[in-house]
């Protein structure tokens, strides 16, 4: 069956820009999670979805990150004002409850 | 206080040999999970194998084992025969009961370069 699938693979954005990241989780799959790679901070944990509700939002770097389901399918994760320190690959993971992540491509930011 | 730690950041291994990936971690739950995860090139993060912190066997996946040791809190990865498209970041991660909604929490990773 389909993976994760994220869009777009790659963004380039100018300082100060809103972004815009999009997650499509494994049919079935009612967990679902974003995470951010950079080359300093290793693998970080953003925000959990259990269908449309966030219980967990406690990785959120600032109030300028913010994420929403719907449908309990697509996710966006939205970084407003974008910065330089926000440049990383944002990778998206969904799974069945207590079970194993499998993850998407990921999105690579770079913020100019 | 770290809660995963892979002190090994990049090894070489020759073709057809096992290598050993070393991953210590740190909980006061009695129930969680570990995990491993391989990260080739490409970037997508690609499941490996799973432990329980109550399976009292050894979790095996094909050519991936797991060393469990809870007392000493290390659950090392073993890799037999390994093959070139073996090489890439290997993760080990973390899933604590106590943490809602079953977030991972992932090490600093360990790069394999597989050697023909």
């Known amino acids: 069956g389909a993976g994760v699938s994220q869009s777009p693979s790659n963004k380039v954005t100018e300082k100060g820009k809103d972004v815009e990241l999009r997650c499509d989780p494994i049919s079935g799959h009612t967990a679902l999670y974003w995470y951010r790679q950079s080359l300093g901070q290793g693998l970080e944990f953003l925000i959990y979805f259990q269908g449309n509700s966030a219980p967990d939002k406690s990785g959120l770097p600032s109030d300028r990150f913010s994420a929403e389901r719907t449908g309990g399918s697509v996710s966006t994760l939205t970084i407003q004002r974008t910065q330089q320190e926000d440049s990383a690959v944002y990778l998206c993971a969904s799974s069945r409850p207590g079970a194993e992540q499998y993850f998407g491509p990921g999105t690579r930011l770079t913020v100019t | ?116």
């Not at chain 2, 973390?94 to 394999?112: D, Q, Y």
Request: aromatic share 12%.
């Open chain 2, 1 to 116: 206080a770290q809660k995963i730690t892979q002190t090994q950041p990049g090894m070489f291994v020759q073709e057809k040999e096992a290598v050993t990936l070393d991953c210590t971690y740190d909980t006061s739950d009695q129930s969680y999970g570990l995990f491993w995860y391989k990260q080739p090139s490409s970037g997508e993060m690609i499941f490996l194998i799973y432990q329980g912190s109550y399976d009292e066997q050894n979790a095996t996946e094909g050519r991936y084992s797991l060393n469990f040791q809870k007392a000493r809190k290390s659950a090392n990865l073993v890799i037999s025969a390994s093959q070139l498209g073996d090489s890439a970041m290997y993760f080990c991660a973390m899933r604590e009961t106590k943490a809602a909604g079953n977030k991972l929490t992932f090490g600093g990773g360990t790069r394999v370069l597989v050697k023909p």
